[in-house]
């Protein structure tokens, strides 16, 4: 059997479980935080492996260029899996998300963390740079896999929020899947066939955003030279939680890049 002829036997169970997630894309993510049960490279979260090979790709960048003196803004922190990395690196890290539920989980998974902070707050908003930056000051700002799952004017409206975060002396770091084939073909990649969907990839179908992919060109077009300086940027290895049968790490194409204000 092709494997096109395999990615259209997927369409009848995608489009069973995407017609459930609901249309504010807010509630879409509240809701999906508010049912997860365990995290980790064995949890409920796709994203969430808690890989250290997957965080040893960034640190050279996120250490050689953040400015110390600066905390560092987890933007889509989710559980705060990322946030709890970057507080071992720097002084202080806050994490971020637009979901209640996400950020009441981080909270619960940094207890004991004196350097750690969380913030609900929808970072696309018109003037949640302004707000971040009255209320944490100039920071460097970290985001891993935020910008593929959203909308090219949700795009362009963060990335205005974090020009204005990161000033002069701030830097951006981002990580975000490109997988270069269809959507269908990505979730083939992850475990999906007719017969069976793993159940971490069901739940962020049934509950989530359709995702995109993030690379050269849309990073062009939502951190324009007019107002960025690319320091660096190239491929990435994202890695999911393990979906397959044996239990081995799992990786997706993905793009990084560092960026300084123009």
């Known amino acids: 059997m092709s494997k096109l002829w395999e990615q259209m036997l997927l369409v009848p169970s995608v489009v069973r479980l995407t017609s459930r997630a609901p249309k504010d894309p807010s509630a879409a993510w509240d809701g999906y935080w508010r049912g997860i049960r365990t995290t980790g490279r064995s949890g409920d979260v796709l994203w969430d492996s808690g890989s250290q090979t997957e965080l040893e790709q960034y640190t050279d960048a996120v250490l050689g260029h953040f400015n110390p003196a600066l905390p560092v803004i987890d933007v889509g922190c989710g559980n705060g899996t990322n946030t709890r990395w970057l507080a071992g690196l720097f002084p202080r890290a806050i994490g971020i998300d637009v979901s209640v539920g996400a950020i009441a989980l981080a909270r619960r998974e940094a207890a004991g963390l004196h350097n750690v902070e969380f913030l609900a707050m929808d970072a696309t ?90 690379g050269t060109q849309e990073r062009h077009n939502t951190f324009p030279d007019s107002d960025w300086h690319l320091i660096a940027d190239g491929p990435a290895h994202i890695e999911v939680t393990p979906m397959n049968a044996n239990g081995q790490s799992q990786h997706v194409p993905g793009y990084f890049a560092l960026l300084a204000g123009a």
Do not use: C, I, W
Request: net charge positive; proline share 7%.
């Open 125 to 214: 908003e018109t003037g949640a740079g302004e707000h971040l930056l009255e209320s944490v000051g100039p920071a460097n700002v970290f985001v891993r896999g935020v910008f593929h799952v959203l909308k090219p004017d949700q795009q362009a409206n963060l990335a205005t929020n974090l020009r204005t975060v990161v000033g002069n002396t701030g830097r951006v770091f981002l990580a975000e899947t490109n997988f270069p084939g269809s959507s269908l073909a990505y979730l083939q990649e992850l475990g999906a066939t007719r017969r069976s969907m793993p159940r971490q990839l069901q739940r962020a179908l049934e509950n989530l955003p359709r995702p995109g992919h993030f």
